[in-house]
């Protein structure tokens, strides 16, 4: 098993991105598991429950991304964080994806803790990984293509070794380290912003990690710290 490292640049840091990461070895993904299904479910439920009478997009969490997108001049209309769009699929929508139990599993988290939350196939990620701001000339495949789109310089992305995007900001995950059923080894991440604090952060990533070797086994290792 290849080590993999995690650094947030002072950049990102000094743009107000809060990360964490871990790394879970030899966990046995599925399509699904009842007994997560049923803690899913009830989740749901409360989380409906949580936001009745409430406007989502006024949670300071989700406010915090918007920020940060404007701060680098990037439209949020055009580049929506991805536990905003969690959320607008489900309160709005009444809808919550099902892809594989590891996605499901980080996606149920991201919903209720408003933030960002990601996972990849460490196996497929080219040498250690570093959050911080694009030249310009990374690779960037984004989920469900097999061809390059352009960076632009300037935002804040997780980029590997090897300078490709695993994550481009906390908008878009990529096709080459998706988390698949023959995923055995996770690279986790999960992202706040200036309007969350360091504790918050420190406990989601627990909390998924937790979930992820209940239901999936595996061993967990936690990279960086707040």
């Excluded at 007994?35 to 989380?47: A, C, D, P």
């Excluded at 594989?100 to 960002?116: E, F, K, P, T």
């Excluded at 804040?156 to 988390?179: F, S, W």
Aim: aromatic fraction near 8%; proline fraction near 3%.
């Amino acid at each position: 098993m290849k080590d993999i490292s995690f650094t947030v640049s002072d950049e990102a840091s000094e743009l107000g991105v809060k990360a964490l990461a871990a790394r879970i070895i030899n966990v046995r993904n599925a399509v699904s598991n009842p007994e997560f299904e049923t803690y899913k479910n009830s989740e749901l439920e409360n989380i409906k429950k949580q936001w009745i009478g409430k406007k989502y997009k006024e949670d300071p969490i989700l406010v915090g991304f918007r920020d940060l997108h404007q701060k680098i001049g990037r439209s949020n209309r055009d580049y929506v964080a991805s536990p905003e769009v969690l959320r607008r699929l489900f309160l709005d929508r009444d809808r919550f994806s099902t892809i594989n139990l590891i996605v499901d599993i980080y996606n149920l988290v991201s919903l209720r803790s408003g933030l960002a939350l990601g996972a990849h196939d460490a196996s497929k990620i080219q040498g250690n990984i570093t959050l911080r701001f694009t030249k310009g000339d990374e690779i960037f495949i984004p989920l469900s293509s097999m061809e390059p789109m352009k960076i632009f310089p300037g935002e804040y992305g997780y980029v590997d070794d090897a300078n490709n995007i695993i994550c481009r900001m906390e908008v878009l995950q990529v096709e080459p380290t998706k988390v698949n059923i023959d995923t055995t080894d996770l690279f986790v991440i999960v992202e706040g912003n200036a309007n969350v604090n360091n504790a918050e952060v420190r406990k989601v990533i627990g909390e998924v990690s937790s979930l992820i070797t209940k239901f999936c086994g595996g061993k967990c290792s936690f990279l960086n710290s707040l």
